[in-house]
């Protein structure tokens, strides 16, 4: 049995998990147990206890379960928890919950026409580099449905922080892409950028 250990907010909370089972799945515990089970704890990134336990469920199960908001409870989003769940498989190698994440994250935003908050894009680019699958998704998923309103009052987030640098790069690059190039260059409507009218 290997035993997980999971700092969050000065309260470690400890789970266990067959080491076989984990480390067939993700590569970071089969490179740090390395055929060993002299290890007999690791720790983890301080994600929400429910997003381990969502992952256990998908290592044991082979399922997501899929919960409505609450929306008297934003810690109870279900983009948060897919968004740690799919930070937590990509820092420890494990494509299927990678993909499971996506998957859900996908399913979520088409069914209910709601994009990943801020806050919820923010923990995706803190704990992944580079052109990953959850960037490219969160990237078409705002340059696909995001709105000027909607982006507005995400703009500053719920604790102030905005959206990161590398995403608003990238959702520009994703928008011009996108876009193809147009018939005429804007039409020809420079009219349209005037600061007013000039007194003739």
Not at 99 to 124: D, R, T, Y
Request: charge should be negative.
């Amino acid at each position: 049995m290997l035993i997980i250990e999971v700092n969050r907010h000065g309260r470690v909370q400890t789970y266990g998990i067959h080491a076989d089972l984990i480390c067939a799945r993700s590569a970071f515990f089969a490179a740090s147990l390395n055929g060993s089970r002299d290890v007999k704890a690791i720790g983890l990134p301080p994600f929400d206890h429910r997003t381990y336990n969502l992952y256990f469920q998908l290592i044991y199960t082979g399922r997501l379960p899929s919960k409505p908001d609450d929306p008297a409870n934003t810690d109870e989003d279900e983009f948060t928890l897919l968004c740690e769940l799919y930070s937590l498989g990509y820092i420890i190698k494990d494509v299927g919950a990678t993909n499971g994440a996506l998957e859900a994250m996908f399913a979520k935003a088409f069914e209910s026409a709601k994009l990943p908050s801020c806050e919820q894009v923010s923990i995706i680019y803190k704990n992944t580099e580079g052109p990953c699958g959850g960037r490219r998704m969160v990237v078409d998923l705002y340059a696909n449905g995001a709105t000027g309103d909607w982006m507005e009052t995400q703009a500053e987030g719920d604790q102030g922080q905005g959206f990161p640098r590398e995403f608003l790069g990238e959702l520009v690059m994703g928008l011009v892409t996108m876009r193809g190039l147009p018939d005429e260059f804007m039409g020809g409507r420079t009219a349209e950028y005037y600061d007013g009218e000039e007194d003739l």
